[in-house]
């Protein structure tokens, strides 16, 4: 079975650090362009951070960079997401998946994400 298990999520304060990990079954992940996405509560998801596969080139939405860091463990098939000084506004559901436009991820293959809480 071919799929993308997120976790690490949790509760955290502002200022707070939270590591995310995104690890793939059935598949080689290094081959793929990896995308961490974020709904926020009553908000569409959108792309927060993502890395290429063959060049390994990092992209990060405006407001996480500099907080934030994406790296990839071949050898453990994941990604991570780590996230410094958290804020309120970092709440949300993240997810990953084998892409880095969410308009390129197929609706079946969304992951049940992992919920990240920042709140004093």
């Known amino acids: 079975q071919v799929q993308l298990v997120e976790s690490g999520g949790g509760s955290a304060q502002p200022g707070g650090s939270l590591r995310l990990s995104c690890t793939a079954f059935?598949?080689?992940?290094?081959?793929?362009?990896i995308g961490w996405f974020r709904r926020a509560p009553g908000k569409e998801r959108k792309g927060v951070s993502c890395?290429?596969?063959?060049?390994?080139?990092?992209e990060y939405e405006e407001s996480v960079k500099g907080r934030f860091t994406i790296s990839r463990d071949n050898a453990k098939n994941a990604v991570f997401l780590q996230m410094n000084n958290l804020e309120p506004e970092d709440t949300g559901v993240y997810y990953c998946?084998?892409?880095?436009?969410?308009?390129?991820?197929?609706?079946?293959?969304w992951g049940q994400g992992t919920q990240v809480t920042v709140s004093l």
């Open positions: 890395i290429r596969s063959r060049t390994e080139i990092t």
């Open positions: 059935g598949f080689r992940l290094r081959f793929f362009d």
């Open positions: 998946a084998p892409a880095c436009d969410k308009m390129a991820v197929h609706d079946d293959s």
